[in-house]
């Protein structure tokens, strides 16, 4: 009797895997009617095409470009993406059809970056996105239109990019006399350097190279680089979403850190501005 049980759990476990795979294999296959799909490789149940694209996913594409033409669809996780390639093909689409290809991915983890209202990581272009575009122009305008204030350059965001630029050469004649002949790796300096640049012009401050808040701010910003580029596995299969991430949770930390880091300066710099 208890083999005769173990023996029906086993069917009805095996029938239902199997009702299941047919299921993903006849959605994948699915077309809505009339509507032309690009070529692409067939992607795997559950899976799709993730573990055709590697680590170095540009030398994949490019392979797969080979195969398909500059225009191919893949699948990664539950995520269609269409992928182009070639100059004539990419200026068709961002520059003649520019308005049609202006949104980004629909990405579970975009939502953690400003509530999902930033400009670089929101998914919807419309008016909102159009007006804040709009100012950061306007804004950077004003910058280059600006007269200096203690220098011969052309412009106040001239002034600024040179005044950091003068300090980053001093800063690195010295770290070269500390290392001698060992040599260094400019990258973290340049990356402070531009950094620097952008709160002078968004907070009228900018930060010494040894600043202990300044260089946590940026650091956080690398790791948030870093796990973005990474990807998370939210983004590709939702049911992750409601699973605990370690990845996602470290992301939303990093993004409120830098998020109270700006507000605090804004708010500074609204006491301290020169009207």
């Known amino acids: 009797m208890y083999l005769e049980e173990i023996s029906n759990t086993t069917g009805v476990t095996l029938f239902l895997c199997a009702f299941t795979l047919l299921l993903l294999v006849l959605h994948g296959r699915r077309r809505e009617p009339g509507c032309p799909f690009p070529p692409g490789p067939r992607p795997w149940p ?29 699948k990664m996780g539950s995520l269609v993406v269409v992928v182009l390639s070639g100059y004539s093909t990419i200026k068709e689409a961002l520059v003649r059809q520019g308005e049609a290809f202006a949104g980004r991915p629909d990405f579970f983890s ?44 052309s412009c106040l965001l001239e002034e600024r990019i040179c005044a950091e630029a003068v300090d980053m050469v001093e800063t690195l004649k010295k770290q070269r006399d500390e290392v001698g002949d060992l040599g260094l790796d400019p990258v973290k300096l340049l990356v402070t350097s531009v950094a620097n640049v952008v709160c002078t012009l968004c907070f009228g401050k900018r930060y010494a190279h040894d600043d202990k808040e300044f260089l946590t ?57 020169d009207r």
């Open 110 to 153: 975009f939502s953690a970056v400003a509530n999902g209202t930033s400009m670089t990581f929101s998914e919807k272009y419309g008016e909102a996105w159009v007006l804040h575009k709009r100012i950061c122009k306007n804004a950077l305008k004003t910058f280059s239109q600006a007269k200096p204030r203690d220098s011969s350059a």
């Open 46 to 74: 559950i899976v799709g095409n993730l573990f055709q694209v590697g680590e170095q996913i540009h030398l994949s594409l490019t392979n797969l470009r080979v195969q398909y033409g500059d225009v191919f669809q893949m």
């Open 217 to 273: 701010i940026v650091n956080i910003n690398n790791e948030v680089l870093r796990l973005f580029a990474a990807g998370n596995l939210a983004d590709f299969f939702p049911i992750f979403r409601y699973l605990p991430s370690p990845s996602l949770r470290k992301l939303v930390q990093f993004i409120d850190k830098m998020n109270n880091f700006m507000e605090c300066n804004i708010r500074e710099h609204l006491i301290t501005f």
